[in-house]
């Protein structure tokens, strides 16, 4: 049975709740075990308490040695100045040893993000997190054209083919529209069906 893990961080929940649909992307491909999980906060707890984050986040905290254990992994991120945030580089910087040992070469790995306004960075944080994910040796999966999303001129939506993605306003009051949903859904299933014919 191939295994994905959906992987994010989230402040103020945008990204959490893309994880989630990601994640049911995933559970409606039959034969695929998916895990939601997060990874840890880095900010001290009053930055925490000061900038009210969401900290009823239901997702146990990953570790990064496990990430060793997966077929697939779907990576959610906040921008910050149009790249990663600094929760998920510090857990990936702690991913060294599974390099050396080849741990990620030839496994899945796709990225999702989510930025504050509309050209604040959602392609660039998601092709910049492509480069480590390279550098792992992974198989980068983006979400095609043939997710009919991508194409809705109707409202404003994130989302690209480098992956599903969210705006949040500046002042986080706009969650993930439907189709920005439909978007992550999309990914977690397009990823699912893959990893499904290479592992299992
Ligand atoms: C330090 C910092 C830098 C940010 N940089 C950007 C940016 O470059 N472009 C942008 O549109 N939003 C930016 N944002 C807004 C966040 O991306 C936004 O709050 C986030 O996507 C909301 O998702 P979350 O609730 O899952 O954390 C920034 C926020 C912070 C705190």
């Not at 491909?29 to 239901?58: F, S, Y």
Request: aromatic share 8%.
């Amino acid at each position: 049975m191939a295994k994905v893990l959906v992987l994010y961080y989230s402040t103020w929940g945008h990204v959490e709740r893309m994880a989630q649909e990601v994640a049911e992307g995933v559970r409606a491909v039959a034969g695929v075990d998916v895990t939601l999980k997060r990874v840890p906060e880095t900010m001290p707890p009053e930055t925490v308490a000061a900038i009210h984050a969401k900290t009823d986040q239901a997702a146990p905290v990953a570790k990064p040695e496990e990430l060793g254990d997966y077929d697939a992994i779907i990576f959610g991120t906040p921008t910050r100045f149009g790249n990663m945030c600094g929760q998920m580089r510090n857990f990936l910087d702690q991913t060294g040893a599974l390099w050396q040992q080849g741990k990620l070469v030839g496994k899945i790995g796709s990225v999702f993000a989510s930025t504050a306004t509309q050209h604040g960075g959602q392609e660039t944080t998601i092709t910049s997190f492509h480069t480590t994910l390279f550098h792992h040796g992974m198989i980068v999966v983006g979400v095609p054209y043939a997710c009919a999303g991508l194409t809705n001129m109707d409202d404003i939506s994130g989302g690209s083919p480098y992956g599903a993605s969210t705006l949040s306003k500046g002042d986080g009051s706009r969650m993930p529209s439907a189709n920005e949903l439909a978007i992550a859904k999309y990914q977690g299933q397009h990823v699912a069906e893959i990893a499904k014919k290479m592992f299992g």
